[in-house]
């Protein structure tokens, strides 16, 4: 498990303090895939630097694992000692470091070695014998499909196989946590479903914890339970994915929603006052959410029959999200005022989420 409490984090600047992370708390449960999305400067990868301590926070507390809960003063570490608290000394942060891998964007694989001495890079270090770390090696390259590409350089290899590489060496130290900074930000898109994939194998078959960073509100969706929304530095939402998605609270949650939905499109179409979006008196633009408490019920049908109103559909999508459906309509209902009022209110009683669009 991990666990965050009020958490800070400033860098000293010329230009004046930046506050990258602002008294931030989350739990991550052990066994989880955990999401944190933001934009460009939001806060997320100085957060995800400061649970193995390559940051040390200015302020806070934080538990990682197994290890001791560290309380944070002025970028300095401290641990519960006696009742009281002691600093944290450099061989118990590189300890917790060790049970905590991480992989990059950018992969940071040594170019000038093998794959195979790029994964026994940091075993190298821990006193394990020659012939354990071969083991050791073999054993990861097998469980991220590379055995066969063992002896090549990082230069033959894709951008996929790469981030595999990665994947292996940060796993080779057997941690129990794995942080993940934008690792599928480089990769084309199929490369980028393939890692997804294998990370969610990893979950599954080593229970392992895994913090996954990331811009894309695609990859959230499609890996992770759960998911917090970082702007400025601070957590502005939080909790599972599929409700996140369905109901998003914040201007932010809700742009990235967009951008990882084909409703989203309906926005453009409203800027550019395209003729498919076009409202005529009598009539509203309007947008349709069903959830799990309203799939399978013939609502829709429902609706025109019984209330006396036509719905013309512009734009229409399914997501399936932790093995749930989540729907969503884009329509121009027409019909009296009254009527339309009465079947939006309908929709809503039959948790239906709706908003008038135009």
Request: aromatic share 4%.
């Amino acid at each position: 498990m991990i666990e965050i409490k009020n958490l800070s984090k400033t860098f000293k600047q010329k230009g004046g303090d930046v506050d990258a992370v602002q008294d931030v708390s989350l739990t991550v449960e052990d066994g989880e895939i955990y999401g944190v999305i933001g934009y460009s400067g939001a806060g997320k990868s100085t957060l995800v630097r400061c649970l193995n301590l390559l940051e040390i926070p200015d302020g806070g507390s934080l538990r990682v694992g197994d290890s001791p809960e560290m309380t944070f003063e002025n970028g300095r570490a401290y641990i519960a000692d006696k009742g009281g608290k002691r600093p944290m000394s450099r061989k118990e942060q590189n300890a917790l470091r060790r049970g905590v891998g991480m992989i990059f964007q950018h992969f940071n694989l040594l170019d000038r070695s093998t794959v195979f001495e790029n994964v026994a890079y940091p075993l190298r270090y821990s006193g394990m014998k020659k012939d354990a770390i071969r083991a050791r090696v073999l054993e990861m390259l097998e469980l991220v499909g590379l055995t066969e590409k063992k002896d090549v350089y990082p230069s033959q290899l894709s951008g996929g196989q790469k981030q595999r590489v990665a994947i292996a060496r940060a796993l080779a130290s057997n941690p129990k946590i794995l942080l993940s900074d934008e690792a599928t930000s480089a990769l084309d898109p199929d490369a980028t479903a393939a890692i997804l994939n294998l990370l969610k194998e990893l979950n599954e078959k080593l229970h392992l914890t895994i913090v996954l960073i990331t811009h894309e509100m695609a990859v959230i969706k499609t890996i992770c339970r759960r998911v917090a929304v970082m702007e400025d530095g601070r957590v502005v939402e939080e909790g599972d994915v599929y409700d996140v998605f369905a109901n998003p609270q914040t201007p932010i949650a809700k742009r990235f929603v967009a951008s990882a939905s084909a409703l989203s499109k309906v926005d453009t179409l409203v800027e550019s006052k395209s003729q498919l979006v076009q409202t005529k008196p009598g009539e509203k633009l309007i947008r349709l959410t069903f959830g799990n408490d309203c799939v399978g019920d013939h609502l829709i049908t429902t609706v025109a029959r019984n209330y006396n109103v036509d719905l013309n559909i512009v734009l229409a999508n399914v997501e399936i999200l932790q093995d749930s459906t989540l729907g969503g309509l884009v329509a121009i209902l027409s019909g009296k005022e009254e009527d339309v009022a009465a079947a939006l209110a309908y929709l809503n009683e039959n948790h239906v989420g709706t908003e008038v669009l135009n």
